[in-house]
């Protein structure tokens, strides 16, 4: 099979970004189906989404940027780098939109990762794993995975997506463990010194520094590790039986505040216990930013009103208010959230518990509303990383200053 090739119409002078960047969408629609089944080799290999971007780069230049232009980007502000990542959104949100190759790719990134297949025989020996970021224990059937990204109030980075994407994996993957609990650590943090904190969302200093990367930050935590949680493990073996999917029920425990990234990830969870004197927050239209896909969990949980005084009005929901039910299962003083933690865990330690949430979440959010809504993000969110509104904000709020003032 011939597969079109993608090429800029100089004749017509089309060479500014945007009129570029409509050549490439236009060419996408209609072509995207030949261009993902040679990547993928008619969609019998599945690649991760860096490896499908960097393979796309090399055969397709001019359509995806390749390895080299993204390296030469790589140190720069995100205030000084030419938007080399829209065209990545350009890409994704093709392939995302058209059905089969959509579904591939999230099929794709439902596979376990290399590193936690590495990890998975010490991890299920010893019970225990320290992957840098994030740390895990299982003790009595319960994967404790406790985050501790304790300069920044845990908030998410390249590495935590990483290493949570590895903890998740192991999760899913040691027979030795039933039930998922995720909390974040004690902090260092001279405001927050010892105290436990869930989530600060993402790095904003890191983002104006121009590390948070499109593809394995933006896109990878929500195709990836979140999806994990939400859908289960693919296992890649037509033989498995009764389903190809490893699934376990999960539990956050939230201590002083969810922001943000943390925020989302509650929505996945099965079961969420709050600390009386904690809060819920999702400031996207103060950052700049698509908050993943709390746009359609959040409005699924607490209804369109909240969902708006959330998500465009900057609203905390702490949790003892009455609109903190459609987000906490629990709310419970803080000196009672390791029993409480430890008795959602034993309750949920049950087969059918896991039959029953692949059925909610199949009523809930079934694949093909997952796949148009990324389809549509995966643009959207690229263009918001560059959106000068942003890159002002992060550049007058979040400049790492020097360590004696951290």
Not at 126 to 154: F, K, M, P, Q, Y
Not at 349 to 369: F, G, K
Request: proline share 4%.
């Amino acid at each position: 099979m011939t597969v079109p090739v993608f090429t800029l119409d100089t004749a017509r002078s089309v060479d500014t970004a945007p009129e570029a960047r409509l050549s490439r969408q236009r060419f996408l629609r209609e072509h995207v189906a030949e261009v993902y089944g040679a990547l993928t080799e008619e969609r019998t290999v599945h690649l991760r989404l860096d490896e499908l971007l960097r393979r796309a780069g090399e055969r397709h230049p001019g359509l995806v940027p390749g390895e080299a232009q993204l390296a030469a980007e790589h140190g720069l502000r995100q205030a000084d780098k030419e938007g080399l990542e829209i065209d990545q959104g350009i890409f994704l949100q093709a392939v995302l939109a058209h059905p089969e190759c959509g579904r591939h790719l999230i099929d794709a990134m439902l596979r376990p990762t290399e590193r936690a297949l590495a990890l998975l025989p010490e991890f299920s020996r010893t019970g225990s794993a320290d992957l840098g970021v994030v740390r895990i224990e299982r003790r009595d059937g319960t994967a404790h995975v406790t985050v501790h990204n304790d300069h920044c109030l845990n908030a998410e980075t390249n590495a935590h997506v990483e290493d949570m994407e590895t903890a998740v994996d192991l999760v899913l993957l040691d027979p030795a463990t039933e039930v998922g609990v995720l909390r974040g650590g004690e902090m260092t943090h001279r405001r927050y010194l010892g105290r436990r904190v869930f989530s600060a969302g993402i790095n904003l200093t890191e983002l104006h520094e121009g590390t948070i990367s499109y593809a394995d930050f933006l896109m990878r935590r929500e195709i990836g590790y979140i999806s994990k949680i939400y859908r289960g493990l693919l296992v890649d073996d037509d033989r498995a039986w009764p389903q190809r999917t490893l699934e376990k029920p999960w539990v956050a425990a939230v201590d002083t505040f969810a922001i943000g990234g943390g925020a989302q990830l509650l929505m996945v969870f099965d079961h969420v216990i709050a600390a009386a004197d904690s809060y819920f927050s999702l400031p996207a239209a103060q950052e700049g930013i698509v908050p993943g896909l709390g746009n359609l969990r959040l409005t699924r949980l607490a209804g369109g009103r909240v969902s708006r005084q959330v998500i465009l009005g900057g609203r905390k929901i702490w949790a003892r208010e009455p609109d903190a039910a459609a987000l906490f299962d629990e709310v419970v003083e803080p000196r009672a959230m390791d029993a409480a933690v430890a008795a959602a865990a034993a309750r949920l330690a049950s087969p059918a518990v896991v039959a029953n949430r692949h059925m909610l979440h199949h009523a809930e959010e079934p694949v093909e509303t997952f796949r148009h809504y990324l389809a549509e993000f995966a643009l959207q969110q690229a263009l918001r990383l560059y959106g000068l509104d942003v890159i002002a904000k992060v550049g007058a709020s979040w400049t790492r200053r020097p360590a004696k003032d951290a």
